[in-house]
């Protein structure tokens, strides 16, 4: 009877020996994640400036479930500017960033504000050598000893930090082919709290030669929508002038908010005061 059931035994041996061999192979074409960054950089260095005019979308305050859409013009470039500018009927608001400096303005005043974690999408996009892109992943607190794969937007993903599984702690996405960045949640502490932002690049369309930008860019909160940028228009490349990311230009345009109004409170109504004399005289 042994001797009947041996062949099969082989041959179930055989397919054991066979699988371990093929999960071991395959664990060792995983990347390590210095050269997944090395990778990703060569196609983020063929972007050096890029100019989109989007759609951008935000929950209503009042109405979280509804979405409030802009227009919105940006322009980013090298080393680390961004310019934003929301287009509606009551003029444009623009914000400018670069250097830890955020300039903003609203409503034709001009505002220093701090510095916001989502600024940072377009360093991914553009960054120009593995250092300068491994910087951002180590200030976003992710764990560059590690790497594994995955799956994200349909696509097969290398991932960068973890561990495996956990879709909270600090890493790095990008497609397992083109080395396209596709996500990053970085975590940054500001004032001793700690805030958790997910940047997802969706919806890459070929925009020349090896060159491929995402069509859809979100950004989560808490496993939140805050902000989805859909691209209209997308420009690359191209010659932008110097006086876009001009701070002190923007600053000597628009006036600071004035100051708090110290004028005394409204006097009341000329009818309201003469009934306020009757009733004093009527009860002295």
Request: net charge neutral; aromatic share 10%; charged share 25%.
């Amino acid at each position: 009877m042994l001797s009947k059931r041996w062949p099969i035994i082989i041959f179930m041996g055989m397919l054991l020996n066979i699988s371990v061999s093929a999960n071991k192979a395959a664990q060792a074409y995983i990347l390590p994640p210095e050269q997944i960054i090395e990778y990703v950089s060569k196609q983020t260095a063929k972007i050096y400036n890029f100019h989109f005019v989007v759609w951008a979308e935000s929950p209503d305050p009042e109405l979280p479930k509804t979405m409030m859409r802009r227009e919105m013009v940006i322009y980013a470039a090298r080393p680390d500017f961004l310019r934003q500018e929301m287009v509606g009927e009551a003029g444009s608001d623009i914000t400018l960033v670069s250097s830890g400096r955020r300039l903003s303005v609203t409503d034709g005043h001009l505002l220093a504000e701090p510095l916001r974690h989502e600024d940072i999408f377009a360093i991914l996009l553009h960054a120009n050598s593995p250092q300068t892109l491994e910087a951002v992943l180590v200030s976003e607190q992710v764990d560059l000893s590690q790497a594994h794969l995955s799956r994200f937007d349909k696509r097969i993903a290398y991932v960068i930090g973890g561990p495996p599984g956990e879709g909270k702690s600090p890493q790095f996405w990008c497609d397992k082919d083109k080395f396209l960045p596709l996500r990053l949640i970085g975590r940054r502490v500001y004032h001793n709290v700690a805030d958790l932002v997910d940047i997802r690049f969706l919806s890459y369309q070929k925009v020349g030669e090896s060159i491929w930008l995402p069509w859809v860019i979100e950004f989560y909160r808490q496993d939140t929508l805050f902000l989805r940028l859909t691209v209209q228009k997308a420009y690359f490349n191209e010659r932008l002038p110097d006086s876009l990311f001009d701070f002190e230009a923007l600053a000597a345009k628009y006036p600071p908010p004035p100051p708090p109004s110290m004028e005394p409170a409204e006097k009341p109504p000329q009818d309201l005061e003469k009934m306020r004399r009757y009733l004093e005289k009527k009860y002295e």
